[in-house]
């Protein structure tokens, strides 16, 4: 019995590796051995389990983020976004992929829908760039990667879901992930721009005819124009909550309101993309707690067979042989590499609820730890063979764009993304100091 918590998790990852569907995997596993420690009473704690999470309101911002980005995705606004900005950067070298960077930072934080804003920007960008003579691998990996932006950049439901999971306040992470979000941008655009340098036929700037054409025809007018709404959908959103005005729940609906409205003005809202909205919305949040009830399930059995206990001997013995240090690196590195096998879902609500109580117990502070996971969780989206941003990009390329074009593309920004670990690690105040600041 003192090892069946092991079992219990290594029979999961076992089935999960399978290919069995995640949810059923989750609750058939935890019924399992529910039976086997606790024998039919069982039965009269899960309910109580699974009431406690579709009862939490903190969780009601799932569906409301969700519809707000979808709404966003089918406004058009990601369009006019790409191509004002690729052609504000276009006398750079390297130009359009430091505007596909910015506009996906800009998508993040309006929607925080990975795979809209992947979909969206590998129609419309990746076409344009090779055209203009970029290297496909550039491409590819510019494009997964900036899409991945929404994940760590607020308003985003991966942050969400931390918070609830870790129980710290969902607006201390939304302000606590800005500085390490930005860190992310700075980094691609760096690596792009001396990319561009050093290997210019990789990344040739826009002619200067074209410029010149697109100079004259009223360039402040209509960067405003582009840039405008997506900046007020954030200052509503992440404003209300910064300024303490309104919790994450209530920032949500604004910003589903808000999105609402934008498309509303833009001339592209009518019943069928409303009906469509609330379709998508409706498949995304169900996905989403279905699986939340299962990791509901498997944590109440994983903690009543003392499984938080075993792990906490195991990382505590190891603190106690090297460093805490130590400790933090294998549990980093156990959520990476469970990266490229499960999405971030799975991983929120697999490994964070039994690796961050013992890291807190520590004394790692809860909300380093959440920028940290969220930051490492970004990576699960472009890690082979399962990175979701890669079969998003690959749907929608072009025919001459293969998949070694795309794996071979995102290697440099996996790096990028383990840099910036590492400096979320080195300089913690990167996530504590502006929700500190403030409040």
């Not at 998003?392 to 070694?404: D, F, I, S």
Request: proline share 6%; with cysteine.
């Amino acid at each position: 019995m003192e090892y069946l918590p092991a079992w219990m998790f290594l029979a999961l990852t076992i089935l999960l590796m399978a290919g069995f569907p995640v949810t059923f995997t989750l609750l058939g596993t935890s019924l399992y051995f529910g039976l086997i420690g606790f024998g039919w009473s069982f039965f009269d704690l899960l309910p109580l389990r699974i009431w406690g999470v579709m009862n939490n309101v903190t969780l009601m911002a799932v569906p409301l983020f969700v519809f707000m980005g979808v709404m966003l995705e089918r406004s058009g606004m990601a369009e006019e976004l790409l191509d004002t900005m690729g052609l504000l950067f276009g006398r750079l070298r390297g130009g359009l992929a430091i505007s596909v960077v910015t506009v996906g930072a800009l998508l993040g934080a309006s929607t925080g829908i990975v795979g809209a804003t992947v979909v969206t920007m590998g129609l419309l960008s990746v076409p344009t760039m090779i055209r203009r003579g970029y290297q496909k691998e550039l491409v590819c990996g510019t494009v997964a990667a900036s899409g991945t932006l929404g994940q760590i950049i607020p308003p985003s439901i991966v942050l969400v879901l931390l918070g609830d999971i870790v129980g710290v306040p969902v607006g201390d992470l939304f302000m606590g992930a800005v500085l390490p979000g930005m860190v992310l941008v700075g980094l691609y655009m760096i690596y792009i721009f001396f990319v561009s340098l050093f290997f210019p036929h990789l990344a040739p700037p826009i002619p200067k005819s074209e410029l010149d054409e697109f100079f004259d025809i009223g360039l402040a007018k209509r960067v405003m124009k582009v840039l405008l709404p997506p900046l007020f959908l954030i200052l509503a959103v992440l404003g209300s909550i910064f300024a303490g005005v309104a919790s994450p729940t209530e920032a949500a609906a604004v910003g589903a309101v808000g999105a609402t409205i934008l498309t509303l003005f833009r001339g592209t809202f009518s019943i069928e993309v409303l009906r469509a909205v609330m379709l998508q919305t409706m498949k995304l949040t169900c996905m989403v707690f279905i699986i939340l009830c299962g990791a509901a399930a498997f944590g109440l059995v994983f903690r009543g067979l003392g499984g938080d206990a075993l792990v906490r001997g195991f990382l505590g013995g190891l603190a106690a042989q090297y460093s805490l240090w130590v400790v933090l690196a294998i549990v980093m590195g156990v959520i990476f590499i469970a990266g490229f096998f499960l999405d971030f879902i799975e991983i929120t609500f697999i490994h964070v609820p039994v690796l961050a109580p013992v890291m807190i117990a520590f004394g790692v502070d809860p909300l380093w730890l959440c920028i940290l996971i969220a930051v490492n969780l970004q990576t699960s989206f472009l890690t082979p063979p399962f990175g979701f941003s890669l079969f998003y990009l690959k749907a929608v390329t072009p025919p001459g764009v293969t998949t070694g074009h795309i794996y071979r593309g995102i290697v440099p920004f996996v790096i990028l993304q383990a840099i910036g670990v590492l400096f979320v690690v080195a300089f913690p105040w990167l996530a504590t100091w502006l929700p500190r600041a403030v409040f």
